[in-house]
C-alpha cells in the first residue's frame, strides 16, 4: 500500500528534477532575477541611508512636533561655526570677512543670517537701563558714600551730621558697586555682560602666583577688534599667543536633517579647502565647531558597516572552509547568502526607500542569521551522500528533509522580529520587517537557489568522517556527558538569577561615540568658548521654545529668573528672550528717574579725586549716566535681534534656554528635557524643540520598548513552539534548553556590569535581543526535530550531523559579528559584544540541553 506523499514531497520531486535538467537555464533565471532586484536599489527609487533619529520617533511625540514648527519658523537652533584662529589678529578678522562673503555669495538657500561680530556698544550705552531700581539706588549711596569719604579726607571741617563715628575714627569702606552674581541675578545674555566687566568684583585670588597666572582672553586684543574676535587660549609653554574668531550661521534646516547635513559639510569641506589653501604671513587654521563638528559621524557608521560586513565574509569563509573540509562549501554557502541579500535590499528600497541607523547592518545580520540555512541544508546533503546513489536523489531528499524545520525555524523567527511592529519606536519597527524579509529571502534562498548552485558547480564535498566523541563511547557514557553537563548549566543558572537583576542601560553616552573622535576634536579643536563674561561654557543646542504671543515668552522669562535665582537650579546655565534684551517699558522710566540722580551726583567735581578703582567707576559712571531715553526693538543691532527673530521677521515669540549638565550623560539630559521641555501659558502648551530632545526621546522610547518587547518575543516563541511541537513532552524539551540560553545571557551580561561596568544594552546593540532569541530557538528546533524524525538516531549521530550544523551555522552567525568588534565607534562595538556573547550562550545551552533531554525525555527504544 503506497502512502500519500505530503506537500513537501510533492514539491521536491518536481523541483529538483527540474533544475538538474535544466540547471544552466534555472542559473540564467536566478541571475536574471538577481539584476531585476538591483533596479530598485540603484536606481528607482534607490536605496539611501537616512540617519535622522526624528524620523524614527512617532509622529505625535511633542519633540518631532516642536521640530517641524522650528523648521517652519526659525530654521536651525543649533549655530553652525566655523572657528579661525591664526597669531595675527588682523588675518582672523580678514578671513572673517571673506567666509561671511564666501558663504553669501555661494550658500544661497541655505542659510538664514550670519554673525561674524558681537558688538556690545549699545550695551555699554544703555547698561543702567538693565538694572531694577535696587541695584541702582545702591550705585547713588555708593556715590554719596564716596563724595562724603572725599571730604573727610580733604576738608577736615566736613562732618557726616547722620554718622555716628568721629571722622578721624571713620576707616575707608570697601564699595561693592556691583555683585559679582549680578549677570546670574538680572538674567542677562552673555552679549550684555561684558558692559558691566569692570564694575564686577571679583575674589581676590589667594596668592601672588595665582594673581600671576590668570589670563584674561580679551587683555591681548586690539582695541578696535575686541568685538570681532573672540578672545585667546591661555598660551602654551612657548608663550604664543593665538586669536580666535568665529562666523555664525542660521542654517534653514536643523542639525538633525541629515540629508541637509551631509549637503552643508560637502560645501564646508569646499570651504575649508577654499581657505586652507590661502597662503598666510603667519600659521592660520580653520575648523568647524559645536553641534555641526562630530555629524560626519553618522559616514564613518555607514563605512564601518561595510568595513565589518567584509571582515565577518572572510571570517565566514574560513570557518566554513573549516567544517567542510575544503573551498567548495564556503563558495556555495556564502554564494547563497550573499544572493538572499539582494532581494532583501530591494524589498527594503521599495518598501521604505532608506536604511536607518539600525537597519544599515541588516547586511551582516543576513549573513549571520541567514548562513544557517545554507548549512544546515549544505550539511544535511552530505550526510545524504552515503545514502543515495546520484547527486539529484541527494538533493531531492535533502530538500525535503529540510523544508519542514526550514519553515518552523524561519517562522519562529520571523515571529520573534516581527513582533516589533509593536513597537512605538520607528527603528525597531523598520528593523523588524527588514530583518524578516532577510530571513524569509535566506531560507527561500537555500531552499531554491543552493540547490541550483550545487548542481552547476559539480557537486557537493565529502562529510568528514570524524567523530565528536571517542569511538570507544557508548551511548550511555555519551548520556551522561551531556548530563553531567546540563547540571553544571542547571547550576550556573541558579547563580544567572542573582545577577540577571543587574542588567543595565547604558546612559553614558560617551560610551556609544567613536573612541577616537574625543581624542581626535580635542586635539584639533579651536575654542569657541574662552571669552565667556561669565566664564561658564555654554553650550551650542539650546532648546528652543516657541509660542504665539510675546507675552507668553515675557512669562518664560520670569518663571526662568525664578528657577535661575530663587531656586537655584543647577541645571539651568543661561535663557535668551525678548525681555533679556528689552526691559519693560515702565521699568526702564522708574530706572531713569534714578539714572538723572546718579548724573547729577557724579558730575560733581569732587569725585576728581576719587583713587583707586573707585576713579575708574566713577570714570566710566560719568559714561553710562548719560542715557537719557528708554529703547525698544528696533533700537538693538540687527544681530541681536536675529537671535529671536524667525523667517517671516518677526519676533519675541521664541525663546532658547541653556542647559549646565554633562552633555554625554543621558539621565541628566533627561531630566533637563523633563524640567524644561514643558511650558503652559495662557492655556496653551508652548512648543520646545532641541536636537538634543530628540536623542532623549530616541534613548527614552528603545529603553521602554527593549525591554518589554524581549519579554513579548520570549511569548511568541513558545505559543509558536506549542503550536508547532503540540505534545507536551516535545516542547518542554523545545523550552527548556531556550529558557536556559536566556537566563544565562542575562546573568553573565549582569555580572558583567556590577563587576566591570561592562556589557551594557544601548540604542545600538538592543536590535541584538530580537535576533539572539531568534537565533536560539532555532538551535534548538534543528536538534529536537532531527531527534524525531529519524527513529534510528543516536546521541552520537545527532552531535556528529545535526549539532554539527547547528555549530557551524551559530559560530558562522557570531563570525558575521566579529566585524563589529574591530571598529572604533563604541556603539558598533557593543552590537558585536552583545551578539557575539549571546549568540555562544546560546549556543552552548541549545546543545547541551537538547542532547540531555532528547536522551532523557524522548528517549528511543
Request: aromatic residues 12%; charged residues 20%; contains cysteine.
Given at each position: 500500500?503506497?502512502?500519500?506523499?505530503s506537500?513537501?514531497?510533492?514539491?521536491?520531486?518536481?523541483y529538483?528534477p527540474?533544475?538538474?535538467?535544466?540547471?544552466?537555464k534555472?542559473?540564467?533565471?536566478?541571475?536574471?532575477?538577481?539584476?531585476?532586484?538591483?533596479?530598485?536599489i540603484?536606481?528607482?527609487?534607490?536605496?539611501?541611508?537616512?540617519?535622522?533619529?526624528s524620523h524614527?520617533?512617532p509622529?505625535?511625540?511633542?519633540?518631532?512636533?516642536?521640530?517641524?514648527?522650528?523648521y517652519?519658523?526659525?530654521?536651525?537652533?543649533?549655530?553652525f561655526t566655523?572657528?579661525?584662529?591664526s597669531?595675527?589678529p588682523?588675518?582672523?578678522?580678514?578671513m572673517?570677512?571673506s567666509?561671511?562673503?564666501y558663504?553669501?555669495?555661494?550658500?544661497?538657500?541655505?542659510?538664514?543670517?550670519?554673525?561674524?561680530?558681537?558688538?556690545?556698544q549699545?550695551?555699554?550705552d544703555?547698561?543702567?537701563?538693565?538694572?531694577p531700581?535696587?541695584?541702582l539706588?545702591?550705585?547713588?549711596?555708593?556715590?554719596?558714600?564716596?563724595?562724603?569719604?572725599?571730604?573727610r579726607?580733604?576738608?577736615?571741617?566736613?562732618?557726616?551730621?547722620l554718622?555716628?563715628?568721629?571722622a578721624?575714627?571713620?576707616?575707608?569702606?570697601?564699595?561693592?558697586w556691583?555683585?559679582?552674581?549680578l549677570?546670574?541675578?538680572?538674567?542677562?545674555?552673555?552679549e550684555?555682560?561684558?558692559?558691566?566687566?569692570?564694575?564686577?568684583?571679583k575674589?581676590?585670588?589667594?596668592?601672588?602666583?595665582?594673581?600671576?597666572?590668570?589670563w584674561?582672553?580679551k587683555?591681548?586684543?586690539?582695541?578696535?577688534?575686541?568685538?570681532?574676535?573672540?578672545?585667546?587660549?591661555?598660551?602654551?609653554?612657548?608663550?604664543?599667543?593665538l586669536f580666535n574668531?568665529?562666523v555664525?550661521?542660521?542654517?534653514?534646516?536643523?542639525?538633525?536633517?541629515?540629508?541637509?547635513?551631509?549637503h552643508?559639510l560637502a560645501?564646508?569641506?569646499?570651504?575649508?579647502?577654499?581657505?586652507n589653501?590661502?597662503?598666510?604671513?603667519v600659521?592660520?587654521?580653520?575648523?568647524?565647531?559645536?553641534?555641526?563638528?562630530?555629524?560626519?559621524?553618522?559616514?564613518?557608521?555607514?563605512?564601518?558597516?561595510?568595513?565589518s560586513?567584509?571582515?565577518s565574509?572572510?571570517?565566514?569563509i574560513?570557518?566554513?572552509?573549516?567544517?567542510?573540509?575544503?573551498?567548495?562549501g564556503?563558495?556555495?554557502v556564502?554564494?547563497?547568502?550573499?544572493?538572499?541579500?539582494?532581494?532583501?535590499?530591494?524589498?527594503?528600497?521599495v518598501?521604505?526607500g532608506?536604511?536607518?541607523?539600525?537597519?544599515?547592518?541588516?547586511?551582516?545580520?543576513i549573513?549571520?542569521i541567514?548562513?544557517d540555512?545554507?548549512?544546515h541544508m549544505?550539511?544535511?546533503?552530505?550526510k545524504?551522500l552515503?545514502?543515495k546513489?546520484?547527486?539529484?536523489e541527494v538533493l531531492?531528499?535533502?530538500?525535503?528533509?529540510?523544508?519542514?524545520?526550514?519553515?518552523?525555524a524561519?517562522?519562529?523567527?520571523?515571529a520573534?522580529?516581527l513582533?516589533?511592529?509593536?513597537?512605538?519606536f520607528?527603528g525597531f519597527y523598520?528593523?523588524?520587517?527588514?530583518?524578516?524579509?532577510?530571513?524569509?529571502?535566506?531560507?527561500?534562498?537555500?531552499?531554491?537557489v543552493?540547490?541550483?548552485?550545487?548542481?552547476?558547480?559539480?557537486?557537493i564535498?565529502?562529510?568528514?568522517?570524524n567523530s565528536?566523541?571517542?569511538?570507544?563511547?557508548?551511548?550511555?557514557?555519551i548520556?551522561?556527558?551531556?548530563?553531567v553537563a546540563?547540571?553544571?548549566?542547571?547550576?550556573?543558572?541558579?547563580?544567572?538569577?542573582?545577577?540577571?537583576?543587574q542588567?543595565?542601560?547604558?546612559?553614558?553616552?560617551k560610551?556609544?561615540?567613536?573612541?577616537s573622535?574625543?581624542k581626535t576634536?580635542?586635539h584639533?579643536?579651536?575654542?569657541?568658548?574662552?571669552?565667556?563674561?561669565n566664564y561658564?561654557a555654554?553650550?551650542?543646542?539650546?532648546a528652543?521654545?516657541?509660542?504665539?504671543?510675546?507675552?507668553?515668552?515675557?512669562?518664560?522669562?520670569d518663571?526662568?529668573?525664578?528657577?535661575?535665582?530663587?531656586e537655584?537650579?543647577s541645571m539651568?546655565?543661561?535663557?535668551?528672550?525678548?525681555?533679556?534684551?528689552?526691559p519693560?517699558?515702565?521699568?526702564?522710566?522708574?530706572?531713569?528717574?534714578?539714572?538723572?540722580?546718579?548724573?547729577?551726583?557724579?558730575?560733581?567735581?569732587?569725585?576728581d579725586?576719587?583713587?583707586?578703582?573707585?576713579?575708574?567707576?566713577i570714570?566710566?559712571?560719568?559714561?553710562?549716566?548719560?542715557?537719557?531715553?528708554?529703547?525698544?526693538?528696533?533700537?538693538?543691532?540687527s544681530?541681536?535681534?536675529?537671535?529671536?527673530?524667525?523667517?517671516?521677521?518677526?519676533y519675541?515669540k521664541?525663546?532658547?534656554?541653556?542647559?549646565?549638565?554633562?552633555s554625554?550623560?543621558?539621565k541628566?539630559?533627561?531630566r533637563?528635557?523633563?524640567?524644561?521641555?514643558?511650558?503652559?501659558?495662557d492655556?496653551?502648551?508652548?512648543?520646545?524643540?532641541?536636537?538634543?530632545?530628540?536623542?532623549?526621546?530616541?534613548?527614552?522610547?528603545?529603553k521602554?520598548?527593549?525591554?518589554?518587547?524581549?519579554?513579548v518575543i520570549i511569548l511568541v516563541?513558545?505559543?509558536?513552539?506549542?503550536?508547532?511541537?503540540?505534545?507536551?513532552?516535545?516542547f518542554?524539551?523545545g523550552?527548556?534548553?531556550?529558557?536556559m540560553?536566556?537566563?544565562?545571557?542575562?546573568?553573565?551580561l549582569g555580572?558583567?556590569?556590577g563587576?566591570?561596568?561592562?556589557?551594557?544594552?544601548?540604542?545600538?546593540?538592543?536590535i541584538?535581543?530580537?535576533?539572539a532569541?531568534?537565533?536560539?530557538?532555532?538551535?534548538?528546533i534543528h536538534?529536537?526535530?532531527?531527534?524525531?524524525?529519524?527513529?534510528?538516531?543516536?546521541?552520537?549521530?545527532?552531535?556528529?550531523t545535526?549539532a554539527r550544523n547547528?555549530?557551524?551555522?551559530s559560530?558562522?552567525t557570531?563570525?558575521?559579528?566579529?566585524?563589529?568588534?574591530?571598529?572604533?565607534?563604541?556603539?558598533?562595538k557593543g552590537?558585536?559584544?552583545?551578539a557575539?556573547?549571546?549568540?555562544?550562550?546560546?549556543?552552548?545551552?541549545?546543545?547541551?540541553?537538547?542532547?540531555?533531554?532528547?536522551?532523557?525525555?524522548?528517549?528511543k527504544?
Open positions: 500500500m503506497t502512502t500519500k506523499k506537500l513537501q514531497e510533492k514539491f521536491s520531486a518536481w529538483i527540474l533544475i538538474c535538467k535544466h540547471q544552466f534555472a542559473l540564467a533565471f536566478y541571475f536574471l532575477l538577481a539584476a531585476l532586484c538591483t533596479f530598485p540603484f536606481v528607482k527609487p534607490g536605496l539611501r541611508l537616512d540617519a535622522d533619529l524614527l520617533l509622529d505625535e511625540t511633542p519633540s518631532v512636533i516642536a521640530l517641524q514648527e522650528s517652519q519658523r526659525f530654521g536651525s537652533t543649533d549655530r566655523i572657528a579661525i584662529q597669531e595675527d588682523e588675518i582672523v578678522a580678514a572673517q570677512d567666509i561671511e562673503n558663504i553669501h555669495s555661494r550658500w544661497q538657500g541655505d542659510f538664514v543670517s550670519t554673525q561674524k561680530d558681537e558688538d556690545n549699545f550695551f555699554k544703555n547698561a543702567l537701563l538693565y538694572l531700581v535696587f541695584h539706588e545702591r550705585i547713588r549711596n555708593n556715590l554719596e558714600d564716596l563724595q562724603l569719604e572725599i571730604g579726607k580733604n576738608g577736615p571741617l566736613v562732618v557726616d551730621l554718622g555716628d563715628a568721629p578721624e575714627t571713620t576707616e575707608k569702606k570697601e564699595r561693592i556691583f555683585d559679582e552674581n549677570p546670574q541675578e538680572l538674567g542677562l545674555p552673555d550684555a555682560i561684558g558692559a558691566f566687566a569692570s564694575f564686577i568684583k575674589a581676590k585670588l589667594g596668592s601672588a602666583q595665582d594673581q600671576k597666572d590668570e584674561h582672553p587683555a591681548p586684543v586690539p582695541a578696535h577688534l575686541k568685538s570681532r574676535l573672540i578672545g585667546c587660549p591661555h598660551p602654551d609653554s612657548t608663550g604664543k599667543i574668531g568665529v555664525n550661521a542660521k542654517l534653514i534646516k536643523p542639525s538633525t536633517d541629515y540629508e541637509f547635513v551631509t552643508i560645501r564646508t569641506d569646499s570651504l575649508l579647502q577654499h581657505f589653501g590661502k597662503t598666510f604671513a600659521p592660520t587654521r580653520f575648523t568647524v565647531d559645536g553641534t555641526y563638528e562630530g555629524l560626519k559621524e553618522v559616514d564613518e557608521v555607514a563605512n564601518d558597516s561595510i568595513f560586513f567584509g571582515i565574509l572572510v571570517l565566514i574560513l570557518l566554513t572552509s573549516y567544517f567542510f573540509r575544503g573551498i567548495k564556503p563558495i556555495l556564502t554564494a547563497s547568502v550573499l544572493y538572499a541579500c539582494i532581494p532583501t535590499f530591494a524589498f527594503t528600497a518598501f521604505y532608506k536604511l536607518n541607523p539600525f537597519t544599515v547592518f541588516v547586511a551582516s545580520i549573513l549571520g541567514g548562513i540555512y545554507s548549512i549544505l550539511g544535511t546533503a552530505q545524504l552515503r545514502e546513489a546520484s547527486l539529484e531531492e531528499e535533502a530538500q525535503k528533509r529540510m523544508l519542514k524545520p526550514f519553515i518552523l524561519s517562522f519562529t523567527t520571523i520573534a522580529f513582533t516589533l511592529l509593536a513597537a512605538h520607528k523598520e528593523f523588524g520587517v527588514v530583518a524578516s524579509a532577510g530571513v524569509f529571502f535566506s531560507m527561500l534562498t537555500s531552499i531554491l543552493l540547490p541550483v548552485f550545487i548542481k552547476c558547480l559539480g557537486g564535498p565529502k562529510a568528514p568522517d565528536f566523541f571517542p569511538k570507544a563511547w557508548t551511548e550511555a557514557k548520556f551522561k556527558f551531556f548530563k546540563a547540571i553544571i548549566g542547571f547550576v550556573l543558572g541558579a547563580i544567572s538569577l542573582y545577577f540577571a537583576p542588567v543595565d542601560f547604558e546612559h553614558d553616552l560610551n556609544l561615540r567613536r573612541a573622535t574625543v576634536v580635542q584639533n579643536k579651536i575654542s569657541t568658548k574662552v571669552t565667556r563674561a561658564k555654554k553650550t551650542s543646542t539650546p528652543a521654545v516657541m509660542g504665539s504671543k510675546i507675552s507668553q515668552l515675557d512669562r518664560l522669562y518663571t526662568l529668573m525664578y528657577r535661575l535665582n530663587v537655584k537650579d539651568l546655565g543661561s535663557f535668551i528672550t525678548l525681555k533679556s534684551f528689552i519693560p517699558k515702565d521699568s526702564q522710566e522708574a530706572r531713569l528717574e534714578i539714572i538723572e540722580e546718579i548724573r547729577d551726583l557724579v558730575e560733581a567735581r569732587v569725585f579725586r576719587a583713587e583707586g578703582e573707585d576713579s575708574v567707576n570714570a566710566n559712571l560719568r559714561k553710562l549716566a548719560m542715557v537719557e531715553r528708554t529703547f525698544a526693538p528696533e533700537d538693538l543691532p544681530w541681536i535681534l536675529d537671535i529671536v527673530r524667525e523667517k517671516d521677521g518677526s519675541g521664541i525663546g532658547f534656554i541653556y542647559g549646565d549638565f554633562p554625554w550623560d543621558a541628566a539630559l533627561h533637563f528635557q523633563e524640567r524644561y521641555g514643558h511650558w503652559n501659558f492655556g496653551e502648551k508652548l512648543r520646545t524643540f532641541s536636537s538634543q530632545f530628540i536623542l532623549s526621546d530616541v534613548i527614552s522610547s528603545v521602554e520598548d527593549s525591554f518589554n518587547l524581549a519579554i516563541i513558545f505559543g509558536t513552539l506549542l503550536i508547532s511541537f503540540r505534545k507536551p513532552k516535545i518542554l524539551v523550552c527548556i534548553p531556550f529558557g540560553g536566556v537566563l544565562l545571557t542575562l546573568g553573565l555580572f558583567l556590569n563587576t566591570f561596568e561592562y556589557g551594557k544594552i544601548s540604542i545600538y546593540n538592543v541584538v535581543i530580537p535576533m532569541l531568534g537565533i536560539g530557538i532555532d538551535a534548538t536538534l529536537v526535530t532531527a531527534w524525531n524524525s529519524d527513529k534510528t538516531m543516536t546521541l552520537r549521530r545527532l552531535m556528529d545535526t547547528v555549530m557551524a551555522s559560530l558562522t557570531i563570525a558575521g559579528f566579529v566585524g563589529f568588534l574591530f571598529t572604533t565607534h563604541k556603539g558598533l552590537i558585536g559584544d552583545l557575539c556573547m549571546s549568540i555562544f550562550i546560546f549556543l552552548i545551552a541549545s546543545v547541551t540541553f537538547s542532547m540531555f533531554l532528547c536522551g532523557k525525555i524522548l528517549k527504544e
